[in-house]
């Protein structure tokens, strides 16, 4: 039996928007059109997917790993705004773990946390426990999903 493969769903207003924050914040890439086509749009229109439904925007509203391990994350547009704490969220663990020192793992969550406010992302809270051996920054996406990098 095989396992199934798994795809992340991320409601959002701004599915474009999502799409280039994460693939910079994951560093993935925006999921290209399959062949022949340029662009998602032409895709789905040759699908039969009406330019009503379409929306405005060339449709790049997924994000997958260049390597092929990790999950695709697909940015579905709902026409309703976040209104509570998300029930799920991602956490990028970036500073190598409790093997590491403190002040090494401290360093490198700031300077991930420094790259990913420059691509869109906000500060909400940070956690610094040393006596706990714990460093961690809660963080939101564009559009105000939370997210935690440690």
Request: net charge negative; aromatic share 8%; charged share 25%.
């Amino acid at each position: 039996m095989t396992h199934p493969k798994i795809q992340l769903t991320i409601d959002c207003a701004d599915p474009e928007r999502l799409a280039a924050f994460w693939a910079a914040a994951l560093r993935y890439q925006v999921e290209p059109p399959p062949a022949p086509f340029a662009t998602w749009r032409a895709y789905w229109l040759d699908q039969g997917v009406s330019e009503e439904e379409l929306g405005s925007g060339d449709c790049s509203d997924s994000v997958v790993d260049p390597n092929g391990v990790g999950p695709r994350i697909w940015f579905q547009q709902v026409p309703e705004p976040k209104a509570v704490k998300n029930r799920l969220h991602l956490d990028l663990g970036v500073g190598g773990g409790r093997g590491v020192p403190f002040a090494t793992r401290k360093e490198r969550v700031l300077a991930e946390v420094e790259r990913l406010e420059t691509a869109g992302a906000s500060q909400l809270r940070v956690q610094d426990s040393e006596d706990s051996n714990s460093f961690s920054v809660l963080m939101q996406d564009p559009e105000g999903n939370e997210f935690c990098v440690h």
